[in-house]
């Protein structure tokens, strides 16, 4: 069996997608992945623009406010706007995946991670 899904968006769910579909022909349970917004999710603490990575892949991005709404800004076309879940979490419905980003007391960035569906969570830097 042969699984193709086609996107033109640079989106990464497509392999999700696939593994989805081939789970569902030879009868495997298949899980739909939720998100839980927060109550206002375009609600963005202006400290997360900037430059970071995504460390162990090597990935760039930049975070920007357009309207006054955050986007994740992978290249010139690959962009996605960031939907608040938390106080330092994020949900990116381009890939499917969650952005955390931790500050400090003082404002300080401490830390972060990106995690795609069925991934662990993967060490995010700032630049």
């Known amino acids: 069996m042969t699984v193709v899904v086609l996107t033109n968006n640079y989106a990464t769910v497509a ?3 696939t593994e989805a579909i ?3 022909v030879f009868g495997k349970a298949i899980t739909t992945p939720a998100v839980t917004l927060a109550s206002n999710p375009h609600d963005s603490d202006p ?3 900037g430059n970071y990575r ?3 892949r090597g990935w760039t991005f930049t975070i ?3 309207d006054g709404r955050p986007v994740a800004m992978w ?3 690959r962009m996605s706007s960031m939907l608040r879940v938390s106080d330092d979490t994020w949900f990116e419905p381009l890939d499917w995946a969650t952005l955390q980003l931790k ?3 003082g404002g300080k960035f401490v830390g972060g ?3 795609l569906p069925g991934s662990v969570p993967l060490k995010v830097e700032r630049l």
Do not use: L, Y
Request: glycine share 8%; proline share 0%; hydrophobic share 50%.
């Open 113 to 115: 991670t990106f995690t």
């Open 103 to 105: 500050f400090d007391d």
């Open 22 to 24: 081939a789970g569902m």
């Open 75 to 77: 290249n010139e076309v």
């Open 64 to 66: 920007e406010f357009r």
């Open 15 to 17: 392999g999700s997608i």
């Open 47 to 49: 400290r997360i623009a």
């Open 54 to 56: 995504v460390a162990v």
